[in-house]
């Protein structure tokens, strides 16, 4: 389970103060994946790498009884004049894995051939991404924080990317950042929306995508519609 408790994040730029996260307490709970759903500049992906422990909070913390991932794709904390290989490396031994087994599996999975040997300054958006999703992948998380998987790589690298991610959920909890909610409605068990510095968690996810869609101003489809009637 994550909880997050009096959670609050400021951020202050140019005499300007911007609330992401305003005094947020919940809770998500073991074995279900979490849709984190709110409009672009909510502080989506902030929360997220707050959970992650790779963003400090205002004040308030995070508490979790389990292991949990760096935000999935994410490869801010790669070392440029380290090869791939030698960041992946460096990664196994925080996270204390088996050193040649996780070079080899993101090998494997990054496809990157020959530039898995080579600087990690000098690769692409692309191969960052696929050397990121490879590391995240390799790695048994109790809770996995996704921001936007989908959009990562190109088209094939993407199925196989949501293929390995949907196997890793059969063991897994998650909390997912997505725009896609035909990739949400597949994954995700119930939902958190995140609007104005307040979030608000929902049981069932079709409540959430409703309050999200609401809040967005998007018309309620004919399904969605007779089962927001039928609810008490």
């Given at each position: ?169 059969t063991n897994s909890s ?16 119930m939902g958190a929306v ?6 608000e968690t929902f049981p ?29």
């Open positions: 389970m994550i909880v997050l408790q009096n959670l609050t994040k400021i951020y202050r730029r140019v005499g300007k103060k911007t609330v992401v996260a305003d005094n947020i307490s919940a809770a998500f709970p073991t074995g279900e994946s979490v849709a984190l759903l709110g409009r672009n500049g909510a502080g989506k992906s902030s929360l997220l790498r707050m959970i992650a422990g790779t963003m400090l909070p205002t004040s308030g913390k995070v508490m979790s009884d389990g292991t949990v991932s760096w935000p999935v794709g994410f490869a801010g904390s790669f070392h440029g004049e380290l090869t791939g290989a030698q960041n992946v490396r460096f990664v196994a031994r925080i996270y204390g894995v088996d050193t040649d087994a996780l070079v080899d599996y993101v090998d494997d999975f990054a496809e990157l051939g020959v530039n898995y040997h080579k600087p990690f300054s000098t690769y692409s958006s692309g191969m960052r991404a696929r050397l990121a999703m490879g590391t995240s992948m390799g790695i048994d998380f109790d809770t996995y924080l996704v921001d936007e998987v989908s959009s990562v790589g190109d088209a094939s690298f993407r199925e196989k990317s949501k293929a390995v991610f949907a196997d890793r959920m998650s909390v997912v950042v997505s725009h896609s909610m035909p990739f949400i409605r597949g994954l995700c068990t995140l609007e104005n510095g307040h979030l069932d996810l079709e409540d959430a995508i409703a309050y999200h869609e609401t809040l967005m101003g998007v018309p309620l489809s004919r399904p969605m519609r007779k089962a927001a009637a039928a609810r008490p």
